[in-house]
């Protein structure tokens, strides 16, 4: 999973049609940054409900185009649409660090995400800086069990979409 410019489009569809016109011609200048903050106000202020999978599908991009310190706060007021969602954000309810063990060692794992069906994280994993705070930007990214005590997989920086992918696609309670 990339972001792409269909993904992209369906999620500026979101808005009405004028903010969602913004956010697309974001994308077709090359400003997806301007275009994530464009959206996450637009859905505050249009009060547009929010599913989910949409509002993880926003998390990723955030990440991915480096604004998610800036936009998680925003994104997590906005308004859900009911619906139950396949996973859900954890910024701000998970407080706990993890050590990155042996498969990531010198790293701390924060977890991010969380499996509605079975319970498995997806985590991103920092360098713990000398201004005694995580770095800006996730090393890693590692998929973990429910009791978080083993990294089921791990994934390099630039692989988000695929550790995304992975969380989604590798639930064991989706199989039944």
């Known amino acids: 999973m990339n972001?792409?410019?269909?993904?992209?489009?369906?999620?500026a569809d979101l808005l009405p049609e004028a903010a969602a016109a913004e956010?697309?011609?974001?994308?077709?200048?090359?400003?997806?940054e301007a275009g994530l903050r464009l959206l996450v106000e637009g859905l505050l202020a249009f009060q547009v409900p929010l599913g989910g999978a949409d509002r993880a599908l926003i998390a990723v991009f955030t990440e991915q185009w480096g604004e998610r310190e800036v936009?998680?706060?925003?994104l997590l007021r906005c308004l859900g649409d009911g619906t139950s969602a396949p996973v859900r954000l954890l910024d701000g309810e998970a407080d706990e660090l993890l050590p990155g063990g042996p498969d990531l060692?010198?790293?701390?794992?924060?977890?991010?995400?969380?499996?509605?069906?079975?319970?498995?994280?997806?985590?991103?994993a920092h360098r713990w800086e000398d201004w005694d705070d995580l770095s800006h930007d996730a090393e890693h990214y590692a998929t973990?069990?429910?009791?978080?005590?083993?990294?089921?997989?791990?994934?390099?920086g630039d692989a988000l979409p695929e550790?995304?992918?992975?969380?989604?696609?590798?639930?064991?309670?989706?199989r039944v």
């Open 163 to 174: 550790a995304f992918t992975d969380l989604l696609d590798h639930c064991p309670s989706a």
């Open 71 to 74: 936009l998680a706060p925003g």
């Open 3 to 11: 972001v792409d410019r269909t993904q992209w489009y369906r999620i």
């Open 23 to 32: 956010v697309k011609d974001c994308w077709e200048t090359g400003e997806q």
């Open 105 to 124: 060692p010198g790293l701390v794992l924060v977890p991010w995400m969380r499996c509605n069906r079975c319970g498995h994280y997806l985590l991103r």
């Open 144 to 156: 973990a069990s429910a009791d978080l005590a083993t990294l089921l997989r791990t994934f390099p």
